[in-house]
């Protein structure tokens, strides 16, 4: 009987830089495992003698505080086989293994280090992945971990059958390898390839080379090595230290080969040449592994109050997902309640929601442009986000000035263990990064800049459209003080030209903000503070005809002010203000709703100068009861000061009820509000007595953790708006003059269905989800109209996205759609207007077509290379993988008499590549 | 303020990505069925600028603006691929109506047809019957003269709708009544187009009104205005050759035939009289301001076959080059057609037969 030993050797050096960028990552509201046990993990069970001819391969001097190994729940027996037995000289050693222990206790990647016999191994093997263990922990949550495991094997006596060795556990945590006193020969640093990291615990094996080549030993070679079982002459053997040194003494002149071994790092073997009373200096990388134990996702619960329905996704998690080219933003319509966008543009629709009925905050105050044209990418570096939390409705009262849903980005702050950058550039874009400490504090610089538009032109000369764009981004964060004072820049600027041929005149469009917020945030007994006042400055310069032109500049200040007080475990409380002033401009020239814009005569110009003044103050109290359940009540008031002068009062409450059992109920709702688009109420054009449009939320839904990290959830919603801002032909009479009103609040809509997600975190080598969303959005112009069908109603959206780790670095993705179609208002013909001389279409009636169901396979493979400090990442996107002809959009002739079907993006590959150190 | 910007980035922007799939539609310029491509009328009974019973010269600026009473003339121009059609195979009718100021004119006249199928002939119509939705006939006389109804209401809207149909070697009426039956799709041989007479200027509405013993009251906050007039062409130059520096120059004028031979092109160019581009003024709504504007000629080029170099162009020039299609000269003749329109109902139109040279 064969019994492996426990975890003989934690292999857990989590650095301190690990944890934070794991913090909150992945779906920590859904996970849950095992009940930590408070037995110390280092140590064996009683009566489970470690193995006598252990031989440790890694070292538990840098384990961190606050972490429990995983441990077996029982032996784990396998039998001698009888014919290995039964020969002359039956096998007899270690098998040397490593294996993941996940965090539901369950064993993955069992892997040989070091084998005794085929057979033995593979026996040893099976046995183990059927092993079952109480998993380690981490300040008390199940972590995933690999550990090293010997096994002794002994043949059963020959008299006697088999099987037979006695059950071996858990071992003793082995002692870092003493350094042999003597002359130092070979002295270096261990460094993590690509980061330049210190590595701690890495053991350093120097053994005899032979005739093989100074230089670093293939795989291929390592391979051909292992099968070689000669014991060496010489061995020698070193840890390196927490900065990463290690020296190795004695080691004779000679060709020597350097073998550097750490769990979760791919090993690493190089020869050198020691000449007579010379020291060897140098410094060595390991490359990190994708399966590396240093995943580990530490499951935190956000700062701020539970939302009803918030889906967190990580920028390790974006960066990877099919169809989004790396892009963060673009990434969340993979998630249940988002809606497609067409062309693959980064609208975001959230529950039937119109993408300017939803906010999206970066760095807690709202931004007016997301993503560059046509959605190409977003305007903020993918690299700099932390995460990005999708709130599809009943958000809480911290957000406002939207009646659909939330959108809050978070930028995360430099690096401060060195410094560190990365250029990239793919079919669209270029662009590098920077960033390191600062003092106590740290910094992170990037930029980028498109070249579509070049390679547009390469392509073909005749090419009249250049689009272009560029962003920044600067991030400084130092503490002072009791907090931390954080600068935050960044801004964008897109410019397109061209020339219309039709009547030889140019067309162009500028569009670009650049923004500059403060933050300090401190702490102080129970109380959080946070202060953060901000400016941007936003233009928008466009000639889209002669007679349709726009020049907008708007300078605005917002602030937050927050403070949260928590004076016990089950009562937090949290009061805040937040709101943006902004002092405007512009000069339009257009042409009124039902015109032709090539007309002069018809061409409406307004300039004006104004101001706005906006925000909210709000409050919510979150109270937690022992037995998991917790409600949070809240307010917002909204003051739509100038120049509506309106104030709408909105309260919100959530409540949640989480089960040890790993269930968890949730529901919520309250009211929102918004101001009407500015073509609403600007003078003129719209109609200035437009007020606030306001909407009710409602939504509850359960949750199921489940074995394996996988969950299950599902949600239903029901959305009401009104006092909605439409257009109307409606007049009124002015001192005797019949004058259009342009716009009015009568407008309603509603939004109701269910969203179903199954899902497997992303700490694991396969993960992935399965989510579908089955809706309903309606709107009308006028109470007591019926409800039509809106814009954004796509009914059914269901998702199919996975995610796999491969072996080497190399890992792949799949993302599946298949979504209704864009609801279309047909257009049987064309009338003649003779002033202008184009055609007006005859409408039927409004949205009462669907182009046909949207359905694409997307792909994307990603690896990425080790040298020394420098890591080369590179992906190809495979949009569109078997090439389906999806309609978007219906195009017209000029009189409306013939029409064909605008595609989609036929099968599109993006090649991407990143240097990073 | 967040919104504003968002908002105005998505103006404009679709179209730029929808052009593309344009390749596979019809051109608009080029005639490939019976299709209106202009209506243009003018007061004909106006002393200082026409005399009566004049007929039409493109060269000579004509008044498109009505007062009550005034006699006018509407000409239209509808090409198939083989030119001009036949006046004689198109019998036309026109239905006015009075809209309200964001209703579109073809609902006015759809909405009017569908609440009333017959409707009674513009001057019978009682002056409280002309609210919006409420349609009449526009009767003209052999040589398309009309005259323009007396309604004091009409002064309220500044120009009267009209809806304009005509059916191919079919009665008119026919269309009118598939329309008024509820369809939203004429058949292909029924022509239908809107157009608009205005009335103005103010004070001179209010002065014929009472001349004609109809109480009126002008109202307050409209502008003085000049009559609004009809572009004018001065002078039309062809160019036949090769290449533009060899191509020979010609003064021709509309209607007139130009030979081409093989593999030659055709420069043209429309100059406009001067004051085609007439300044007008619009008052600011709600306030008591008024801006000053100026027309803007916008010139549109159509050909039964071949390419135009620039299908549209802006100002007193206009100017393209054409070239027939592949197979050269022996597809002729073709006719090349120049709309010019002041977008506030003004209009003229030039023809030129291509044919090829002997």
Redesign the interface.
């Known amino acids: 009987m064969l019994s492996p030993s426990g975890p003989r050797a934690s292999t857990v050096a989590l650095p301190v830089i690990a944890l934070l960028a794991c913090g909150g990552v992945g779906f920590a509201a859904h996970a849950r495992g095992p009940t930590p046990t408070a037995d110390s993990p280092l140590t064996s069970p009683a009566g489970t003698p470690p193995a006598a001819d252990e031989t440790p391969t890694t070292d538990v001097a840098a384990v961190p505080e606050g972490l429990e190994m995983a441990r077996l729940v029982a032996p784990v027996e396998v039998e001698y086989p009888a014919d290995l037995a039964a020969t002359d000289t039956p096998p007899a050693g270690t098998v040397s293994l490593k294996l993941v222990v996940r965090s539901d206790g369950t064993v993955a990647e069992v892997e040989v280090v070091r084998g005794l016999d085929p057979q033995l191994d593979g026996l040893v093997v099976a046995a183990l992945k059927e092993a079952r263990y109480h998993p380690a922990t981490f300040e008390g949550e199940p972590v995933e971990i690999v550990v090293g495991l010997d096994v002794p094997i002994a043949p059963p006596p020959k008299a006697e059958p088999p099987p037979v060795t006695a059950p071996l556990a858990e071992s003793p945590p082995a002692e870092p390898q003493p350094v042999v006193a003597g002359p130092v020969r070979i002295e270096g640093v261990v460094l993590g390839g690509g980061d330049r990291q210190p590595i701690e615990g890495a053991q350093i094996l120097a053994v005899p080379a032979g005739d093989a080549k100074v230089g670093r030993v293939s795989h291929r070679q390592q391979k051909r090595s292992a099968k070689d079982t000669t014991e060496p002459a010489w061995t020698f053997a070193s840890t390196s230290a927490a900065d990463g040194t290690f020296g190795l003494t004695d080691v004779p002149d000679g060709k020597v080969r350097l073998i550097f071994l750490l769990p979760g790092y791919e090993r690493l073997e190089r020869v050198v040449l020691l000449r007579g009373g010379e020291v060897l200096g140098a410094k060595f990388y390991l490359t990190k592994m994708h399966n590396s134990p240093y995943r580990t996702v530490v499951h935190t619960e956000d700062e701020g109050m539970q939302e009803v329905t918030r889906r967190k996704l990580s920028r390790e998690q974006l960066e990877v997902m099919p169809g989004s080219q790396g892009d963060a933003l673009k990434g969340i319509q993979n998630l249940p309640g988002v809606g497609r966008a067409p062309?693959g543009f980064g609208d975001i629709l959230l529950r039937g929601a119109g993408?300017?009925d939803s906010?999206t905050y970066i760095f807690e105050h709202?931004?007016?442009?997301?993503f560059h044209?046509?959605g190409l990418n977003s305007v903020v570096n993918t690299q700099m986000l932390e995460s990005i939390d999708v709130v599809p409705s009943a958000y809480g009262s911290r957000y406002g000035?939207a009646i659909g849903g939330v959108v809050d980005v978070h930028v995360r702050e430099g690096r401060r263990d060195g410094y560190h950058g990365e250029v990239f550039a793919d079919f669209v874009q270029a662009g590098a990064m920077v960033e390191g400490p600062v003092g106590k504090g740290s910094f992170m610089a990037g930029a980028r800049r498109s070249h579509a538009g070049f390679l547009l032109k390469l392509a073909d000369p005749g090419f009249t459209?250049a689009p272009r764009y560029w962003d920044y981004q600067g991030v400084f964060d130092h503490p002072v003080g009791p907090g931390t004072l954080s600068v935050r820049a960044f801004g964008s600027d897109d410019v397109?030209e061209?020339v219309d041929?039709?009547?030889?005149?140019k067309f162009g469009?500028q569009?670009g903000?650049h923004r500059v917020d403060l933050q300090y945030r401190w702490k102080f007994g129970n109380w959080k503070f946070l202060v953060t006042p901000g400016y941007r400055h936003?233009l928008?310069d466009?000639v889209?005809s002669?007679?349709?032109r726009?020049s907008?500049a708007?300078d605005?200040g917002m602030w937050r002010t927050e403070a949260a007080y928590t004076p016990r475990d089950w009562i937090s409380w949290r009061f805040g203000t937040q709101g943006?002033g902004?002092a405007?401009k512009f000069d339009i020239v257009t042409t009124?709703?039902?015109q032709d814009e090539?007309?002069?005569?018809?061409?409406v110009?307004a300039r004006r100068r104004g101001s706005?003044v906006s925000g909210g103050v709000y409050s919510d109290v979150t109270l937690k009861a022992p037995n998991g359940f917790s409600v949070t009540p809240g307010v917002r008031v909204n003051g739509y000061v100038h120049p509506a002068g309106r104030y709408v009062v909105d309260p919100r409450l959530r409540a949640q009820w989480a089960f040890d059992s790993g269930t968890t109920l949730k529901a919520g709702g309250g009211t929102y509000s918004?101001?009407a688009?500015?073509?609403y109420w600007i003078?003129?054009l719209g109609n200035p007595d437009i007020h606030p449009e306001r909407a009710w939320h409602a939504t509850g839904g359960i949750e199921q953790a489940l074995p394996a990290d996988f969950s299950v959830e599902a949600t239903g919603f029901y959305n009401a708006s009104w006092d909605v801002a439409r257009p109307?032909?409606a007049?009124r009479i002015?001192?005797?003059?019949?004058?259009?009103i342009?716009a009015d609040n009568l407008g309603s809509g509603r939004a109701y269905g269910g969203e179903f997600l199954v899902k497997r975190a992303f700490t694991r080598n396969v993960s992935g989800w399965v989510g579908y969303t089955i809706m309903r959005s309606e709107i009308r112009d006028r109470a007591g109209e019926p409800f039509r069908i809106s814009d954004w109603d796509q009914t059914h959206n269901l998702i199919v996205l996975a995610h796999w780790r491969l072996p080497r670095n190399w890992s792949l993705g799949a993302r599946f759609r298949v979504v209704s179609g864009i609801p279309t208002t047909a257009t049987?013909?064309g009338?003649?207007?003779?002033?202008?001389?184009n055609y007006?279409a005859?409408l039927?009636e409004q949205n009462g077509e669907r182009i046909a169901a949207f359905h694409q396979l997307d792909l994307r493979v990603d690896k990425t290379w080790t040298v020394k400090a420098v890591q080369i990442a590179a992906y190809l996107d495979l949009q569109n993988a078997y090439n389906a002809t999806n309609t978007e959009?219906r195009?017209?002739?000029?009189?409306y008499k013939?029409?064909?079907?605008?595609?989609s993006l036929p099968i599109f590959p993006s090649l991407g590549l990143k240097v990073k150190f | 303020m967040s919104r504003t910007i968002a908002s105005f980035c998505a103006r404009g922007l679709p179209p730029l990505v929808l052009a593309s799939a344009c390749a596979e539609l019809p051109r608009e310029e080029l005639i490939e069925y019976a299709r209106p491509l202009a209506l243009v009328a003018h007061v004909t009974d106006d002393a200082e600028l026409t005399a009566p019973g004049e007929t039409h010269d493109p060269t000579l600026a004509t008044a498109n603006t009505f007062l009550p009473a005034d006699t006018g003339e509407l000409r239209v121009l509808i090409a198939d691929p083989d030119g001009i059609v036949d006046p004689t195979r198109i019998d036309q009718d026109f239905v006015a109506c009075l809209r309200s100021p964001l209703e579109e004119a073809h609902s006015c006249v759809r909405e009017g047809l569908r609440a009333n199928a017959s409707p009674p002939p513009c001057t019978e119509v009682p002056d409280d019957h002309m609210a919006p939705a409420t349609v009449c006939t526009l009767e003209m006389d052999e040589s398309d003269s009309f005259l323009f109804p007396l309604h004091p209401s009409l002064a309220q809207g500044r120009e009267l709708t009209m809806g304009y149909f005509a059916g191919i070697d079919r009665p008119a009426a026919d269309c009118i009544e598939v329309m008024a039956s509820g369809a939203d799709k004429l058949p292909d041989d029924c022509l239908y187009a809107t157009h608009a007479l205005p009335l103005g200027p103010p004070d001179a509405v209010a002065e014929r009104l009472q001349a004609l013993g109809v109480e009126f009251e002008l109202p307050e906050g409209l502008p003085a205005q000049d009559r609004g007039l009809n572009p004018a062409v001065s002078t039309i130059q062809v160019r036949v050759g090769t290449t533009e520096d060899n191509a020979t120059p010609l003064e021709v004028t509309s209607g007139q035939a130009v030979e081409v031979g093989p593999g030659q092109q055709v420069w043209v160019a429309v100059d406009y009289t001067d004051g085609s581009e007439q300044p007008y003024r619009e008052p600011v709504a709600g306030t008591d301001d008024v801006t000053e504007l100026e027309e803007t000629l916008l010139t549109r080029w159509y050909a039964t076959q071949g390419e135009f170099d620039a299908i549209l162009n802006r100002g007193l020039l206009a100017e393209t080059r054409w070239s027939p299609d592949e197979d050269g000269s022996s597809s002729l003749p073709a006719d090349i057609f120049a709309i010019g329109r002041d977008g506030r109902w003004g209009g003229t139109w030039i023809h030129l037969r291509i044919v090829p040279s002997p």
Do not use: C
Request: hydrophobic share 40%.
């Open positions: 062309f993408p300017e906010a709202q931004v007016p442009i997301l044209f046509f000035d459209v397109m061209g041929d039709d009547v030889d005149e469009f569009l903000f936003d928008q466009a889209f002669r007679n349709d726009l907008l708007v605005s943006e902004s405007y009124p709703f039902d090539d007309v002069a005569s018809s061409t110009r706005l918004q101001a688009a500015p073509e003078p003129d109307t032909d007049t002015v001192d005797g003059q019949e004058e259009p342009n049987s013909d009338v003649f207007d003779s002033r202008t001389g007006a005859v039927g959009f195009q017209y002739s000029f009189d013939k029409r064909v079907a605008v595609r």
